[in-house]
């Protein structure tokens, strides 16, 4: 079945940067567009980032635009999320989530992704 087990969180401050990676597995990874997603304590799940099969097209939630950069790498079935000059409101759990590409999952619509990982938790302190 598809798994996903995300990786790199933890705790820096402002202004620092880190590098979360999700690995997959149990699916052709080119099968599926990709997202992250993070949830801090009582709010949403909110969408940060996507991307299509081949890495070519991405987007990127406001909140994170300039700062944060997706990729993946299909010879390695990882995603990645490179958060640059991050911020205290960037704390939050981060998860990865996997679906078939269109319009909803490419704006990164959490309602439309099946497949999640367990989460990496980010802290950034001021």
């Known amino acids: 079945q598809v798994q996903l087990v995300e990786s790199g969180g933890g705790s820096v401050q402002a202004g620092g940067s880190l590098r979360l990676s999700c690995v997959a597995s149990?699916?052709?990874?080119?099968?599926?567009?990709m997202a992250w997603f993070r949830q801090a304590s009582a709010k949403e799940r909110e969408g940060v980032a996507a991307i299509n099969l081949s890495g070519g097209s991405t987007y990127a939630a406001d909140s994170v635009k300039g700062r944060f950069t997706i990729s993946r790498d299909n010879a390695k079935n990882t995603l990645y999320l490179q958060m640059n000059s991050l911020k205290p409101e960037d704390t939050a759990m981060y998860y990865c989530?996997?679906?078939?590409?269109?319009?909803?999952?490419?704006?990164?619509?959490?309602?439309?992704?099946?497949?999640w990982g367990q989460g990496t938790q980010v802290t950034v302190s001021s």
């Open positions: 989530a996997a679906d078939r590409c269109t319009g909803a999952t490419m704006r990164a619509d959490p309602d439309m992704y099946t497949y």
């Open positions: 149990g699916y052709t990874f080119t099968r599926y567009c």
